[in-house]
């Protein structure tokens, strides 16, 4: 009785799609999160009668065989790194990406992070940082005495001092594009780190080669379609239902056959 397995991937299956689809919901305010689907394949076959077998003496082949499905396993959980929409903050340090593009911060190791929350902040020395704390790549340094600071859309940074019209640039901020962004690896806190699926980051300034542009006073929003999840959960609830019913059925017919005199 193969069903029982069967329908037991399938629940399995299930149950992985509703735990994609909560972490979607709980981070439907989370900035710059990328919604998530969880992706499924089919297990391999019991070839009963493979397709095109001989059927007789006189050599006539079969028009179609008996494969035996032995249920479903799931092949990828894929990130969706479409942009969200962009919310007006007014904050001064508040970078959203307008396009493709990562932000590069340093991690405490010295290992390259990438993130898309442009949510900056500056340390007692000056120096920006994301809300963990790790510096962003390039080391800007916002001088103590400075009035203001201003970010063009190219990602150069000017401060501005009293007494004085023009701007000071004091660094310049880069953005690193990937050849397979959703093979980037998802650290956590809006971090992703490379790996071999993704390529190496490319880097360069912001608006050449296919790279986004900044705007500062923005953040980016998540992607999460709040409607379309709760629909996904819905019929994610559904399927699981109805494995857990041909596990019952399963059941039945096994306490038949054994109740045979």
């Known amino acids: ?48 009668k493979p397709p095109g077998a001989i059927t007789s003496i006189s050599g006539l082949v079969a028009p179609a065989g008996v494969q035996i499905g032995l249920g479903v396993r799931t092949a990828a959980v894929a990130v969706n790194m479409q942009q969200g929409s962009l919310k007006q903050t007014s904050g001064e340090l508040d970078i959203a990406i307008e396009g493709d593009g990562f932000f590069e911060v340093t991690l405490p190791s010295g290992e390259a992070a990438f993130t898309r ?44 001092f009293d007494g004085q019209t023009d701007g000071q640039q004091i660094g310049a901020i880069s953005l690193s594009v990937f050849a397979n962004d959703k093979g980037l690896e998802a650290l956590g806190s809006n971090l992703f780190r490379e790996t071999q699926a993704s390529g190496p980051p490319i880097a360069g300034a912001p608006g050449l080669e296919g790279r986004g542009q900044l705007r500062q006073g923005y953040l980016e929003e998540s992607s999460v379609d709040v409607v379309q999840q709760i629909a996904e959960l819905i ?6 239902e109805l494995n857990s019913k041909v596990i019952t059925a399963a059941d039945q017919m096994l306490g038949a056959t054994t109740q045979i005199r």
């Not at 510096?135 to 201003?150: E, K, W």
């Not at 019929?235 to 699981?240: N, S």
């Open 235 to 240: 019929e994610a609830q559904r399927g699981y």
């Open 1 to 48: 009785m193969q069903a029982l397995r069967i329908a037991a991937t399938g629940m399995d299956a299930q149950q992985t799609r509703v735990e994609v689809i909560s972490n979607n919901i709980a981070n439907m305010s989370t900035t710059a999160y990328s919604a998530r689907r969880a992706e499924f394949a089919d297990l391999h076959y019991q070839q009963v």
């Open 117 to 160: 929350d442009g949510a900056f902040k500056r340390t007692g020395e000056g120096l920006i940082v994301n809300s963990e704390g790790y510096p962003l790549v390039g080391d800007i340094t916002i001088p103590n005495d400075a009035r203001s600071v201003a970010v063009n859309a190219n990602g150069d940074v000017f401060a501005y």
